[in-house]
Each structure stands twice: as C-alpha cells, then as structure tokens.
C-alpha cells in the first residue's frame, strides 16, 4: 500500500504545470536513482540491514552528485548548478525509499 500511495505521490507531482523541468535535470534524476538502486542491493545483500542499505544508497548518490557539480564549477565551466544536484538526490532519495518500503 505505501508503494502504491508513493507512486501516485509522484505521478501527481510530475503532472504539475507549475513545475519546470529541463531535459538535463531528468539525466541527473535517473542517474541518481540507478547510483543508489544499485547501492541499495549490493548493501543489502551484504548486511541484511534496510536502514543501513538505505542511507548508505542515498549518501552515495548525494555523494556522486555533489563531486560532479564540483568537477563542473572547478575543472570543466565554473558553475555549480543547484538544480542538477537536487535531481541526483531527489532521484536517490526515490530509488532508496522504494526499495526501502
């Protein structure tokens, strides 16, 4: 049931049209997602732990994000953009609280 309730959680908040989102953002979104689904199962069937497995899969995803937008603003262009970090945790955060539930 709280599978179902989160996926409609997020299906309404995608079909708002007061949200703005740009084609770079939903990179960053599943890339999280898969860094942290994929942490998610190897820490789990290491540990057994579910809290464990989650917030090591959501600091690994917050983890690549933020080094990716310090890699930009230092090395490549010099801008750390905010809105492609958010994408990569908000899609750890999803993919680590599904597999959670």
Known sequence: MKFL??????????????????????LHFATGAVISGVTYSLVYSKTKNKKKAFWYSLGLSTLAGLSKEIYDEYIIDGYFD????????????????????
């Open 82 to 101: 905010t809105s492609e970090l958010t994408a990569t945790i908000a899609g750890g955060l999803v993919a680590s609280y599904s597999f959670n539930i």
């Open 5 to 26: 309730l989160t996926l409609f959680a997020l299906a309404c908040i995608n079909m708002s049209s007061a949200q703005l989102t740009i084609g770079d953002d939903g």
